[in-house]
């Protein structure tokens, strides 16, 4: 309990406490004001701008780029593998995307190859899998797979990314290479919480835990880093794929555009012209968040939008292409497990599809569903592309609807093409149909944005002081876009009332960690003690009355498996706590009558 309570990225952040009842301008100046703690700190531990951090991310840039420029003067190659679970996973594939995209015009100047480990496969990055983080043994196999023969590589940098520094997955593949006592390993564990509470508790099938490998690596010597700057609470308590999601993309991003800047002398954000050092690479990303939260009215506007659209049940589209349409398909993505969404209530539209993906395992609709690709797919494709949207989501659009379009400077102009006929498709349906529409958009600061044409839409011109991190990777329109879209999705389920307080309060239970969370928050919200928090817990995902000795016994991981497919555990477990239900099934008639959760907490509040 105690060390669940201390991690910070577990912590209520005490900025956003009242987020649930702002306007839509204070959600979003709230999510700003956060978002902030990034570059400010915390409660004075060390952020990304401190020098215990600097001096980190400096080493490991050093080792990386002498990595690279070594095997490229031995006609070596570098494998550099991210590894993780849920948002960290997912940013890990997206940059390794890219990289390679970069290493592929580099015209054979480098041989290195990045590659990334997602926990679930790779239908764990449009569908959550959050189970999967607590199982080691997997998460070795997946990592001796990635690696093969590792005499291919002159050296390999493995990034492991657990927000909390609390996932199985990772401390299972890091503690793996610490025990090869190999000089050929650049080994990185990043993540946002002081080591100090990495998580104590066991899992099923492991005998250490994550404290024990993050000890054990700190007390490493050799290539070895712990990269750890602290941003605070998250904004909706937990929320990883908020301010963590952020600081994983700007960390891995930062590290890779350094690493070749010192091994082959790439130059760094290439409109601005004199970057050189990461202290000025991290104020780039800071002048990003600020110029990005000037638009905040008409961010608040969107998300207004979408709250109206998920409080009657309807759907809002992100329609975007590249990057920041797979940045838009990760954010729909990770709704259902944090607020008990259904799947297809935030959808992401990426032009090509799996294609414009390009992850390990290819189209995945044909694995899951072979007739999905030859009859040209359904509404319930895994994932969307121009062409679902055009034959199944653009003919069921009502002016209920919210529909967001991501145009980008540098697209191709098929793409561009494409996306602008989409788009007067949309702008163009009759008024019963024609959904709430936006447009946003990106232009250096200097310039001018290019205007969509008149019509009824909401535009988000957004301006920014730079693009490109390096030429031809657009980080920073990237993480522009990241604020907007966890800005739309969050202010939207908080108006669909999904939030008490900044607390997620619908929560799938899938895990070790978000079981212990689920706990904690029954306990806190209906004041009683940890064990009634738990029985109560156990009543609502079993659905019984009585908890049984056979019900104790199981595994937490056979809880999860039931609750995986059980709706609304913790406000079930709430009314039972409170003892405003006196069974499952009352709990269940109050939850009919009154589905929104956050009334829900607050007449557990009052009782």
């Known amino acids: 309990k105690n060390f669940v309570a201390m991690r910070v990225t577990e912590m209520s952040n005490s900025l956003t406490e009242g987020i649930d009842v702002a306007s839509n301008v204070g959600i979003v100046r709230l999510l700003r004001q956060s978002d902030a703690q990034v570059f400010s700190g915390w409660g004075g531990l060390p952020c990304i701008n401190d020098e215990e951090i600097l001096n980190v991310m400096n080493a490991l840039v050093s080792a990386t780029a002498q990595a690279i420029k070594e095997a490229q003067e031995n006609s070596g190659k570098v494998l550099v593998l991210m590894s993780g679970?849920?948002?960290?996973?997912?940013?890990?594939?997206?940059?390794?995307?890219?990289?390679?995209?970069?290493?592929?015009?580099?015209?054979?100047?480098?041989?290195?190859?990045?590659?990334?480990l997602m926990a679930g496969y790779d239908i764990a990055l449009i569908k959550s899998q959050e189970a999967v983080e607590d199982n080691t043994e997997a998460a070795v196999k997946d990592l001796t797979q990635a690696i093969g023969d590792s005499n291919?590589?002159?050296?390999?940098?493995?990034?492991?990314?657990?927000?909390g520094l609390s996932a199985p997955y990772i401390g299972a593949q890091i503690d793996w290479i610490l025990n090869q006592e190999s000089d050929k390993y650049i080994s990185v564990l990043m993540g946002f919480n002081p080591i100090e509470v990495a998580r104590r508790v066991p899992v099923e099938g492991w005998t250490k835990t994550v404290w024990d490998v993050v000890q054990r690596l700190n007390d490493a010597a050799g290539n070895n880093f712990i990269l750890n700057p602290?941003?605070?609470?998250?904004?909706?308590?937990?929320?990883?794929?908020?301010?963590?999601?952020?600081?994983?993309?700007?960390?891995?991003?930062?590290?890779?555009?350094?690493?070749?800047?010192?091994?082959?002398?790439?130059?760094?954000?290439?409109?601005?012209?004199?970057?050189?050092?990461?202290?000025?690479?991290?104020?780039?990303?800071e002048w990003v968040n600020r110029y990005t939260y000037l638009n905040e009215s008409k961010i608040a506007e969107a998300v207004q939008f979408g709250g109206h659209s998920l409080s009657l049940n309807r759907n809002i589209y992100y329609v975007a292409t590249n990057e920041v349409g797979i940045l838009g398909q990760v954010d729909a993505s990770e709704c259902p497990p944090t607020y008990g969404a259904n799947y297809s209530d935030i959808r992401g539209i990426v032009i090509g599809g799996w294609t414009t993906f390009k992850n390990n395992e290819g189209n995945l609709e044909e694995k899951i569903d072979p007739n999905s690709a030859t009859s040209g797919g359904s509404i319930?494709?895994?994932?969307?592309?121009?062409?679902?949207?055009?034959?199944?989501?653009?003919?069921?659009?009502?002016?209920?609807?919210?529909?967001?379009?991501?145009?980008?400077?540098?697209?191709?102009?098929?793409?561009?093409?494409?996306?602008?006929?989409?788009?007067?498709?949309?702008?163009?349906?009759?008024?019963?149909?024609?959904?709430?529409?936006?447009?946003?958009s990106w232009f250096l600061k200097d310039q001018s944005a290019a205007p969509?044409?008149?019509?009824?839409?909401?535009?988000?011109?957004?301006?920014?002081?730079?693009?490109?991190?390096?030429?031809?990777?657009?980080?920073?329109?990237?993480?522009s876009s990241k604020f907007v879209f966890n800005a739309i999705s969050t202010g939207a389920h908080i108006k669909k009332g999904k939030v008490y307080k900044n607390i997620m309060v619908d929560v799938k239970l899938s895990n070790n960690k978000l079981f212990e969370r689920a706990t904690l928050m029954v306990a806190s919200l209906a004041s009683v003690d940890v064990e009634d928090a738990r029985l109560s817990v156990?009543?609502?995902?079993?659905?019984?009355?009585?908890?049984?000795?056979?019900?104790l016994a199981l595994p937490i991981s056979a809880h999860n498996k039931v609750a995986q497919v059980t709706s609304k555990v913790v406000p079930l477990a709430l009314l039972l706590a409170s003892k405003q239900a006196k069974s499952v099934s009352e709990a269940k008639e109050l939850l009919q009558k009154e589905p929104i959760v956050r009334n829900i907490i607050q007449s557990t509040i009052k009782a």
């Open 152 to 163: 291919e590589y002159h050296k390999i940098v493995y990034i492991g990314i657990t927000c």
């Open 230 to 285: 602290v941003y605070g609470p998250e904004p909706i308590s937990g929320s990883t794929r908020m301010k963590g999601g952020t600081t994983t993309k700007i960390l891995l991003d930062s590290i890779f555009a350094l690493s070749f800047n010192k091994a082959i002398g790439t130059q760094l954000a290439p409109e601005l012209g004199n970057i050189t050092s990461v202290e000025d690479l991290f104020l780039v990303y």
């Open 452 to 479: 969509r044409g008149a019509g009824s839409f909401l535009e988000i011109p957004i301006k920014l002081p730079c693009l490109d991190i390096v030429s031809g990777i657009p980080a920073f329109v990237s993480l």
């Open 538 to 551: 156990l009543r609502a995902i079993h659905s019984q009355d009585t908890v049984t000795d056979e019900i």
């Open 85 to 116: 679970a849920g948002t960290s996973g997912r940013l890990g594939f997206i940059c390794a995307r890219a990289w390679n995209e970069f290493v592929a015009a580099q015209n054979n100047k480098v041989d290195v190859k990045f590659d990334y």
């Open 380 to 440: 319930n494709s895994h994932l969307l592309n121009e062409t679902h949207f055009r034959k199944f989501v653009i003919p069921q659009l009502t002016s209920d609807d919210t529909v967001v379009f991501f145009t980008q400077p540098k697209e191709t102009p098929e793409d561009a093409e494409l996306l602008s006929a989409l788009f007067q498709e949309v702008k163009e349906l009759p008024s019963p149909q024609r959904p709430q529409l936006v447009s946003v």
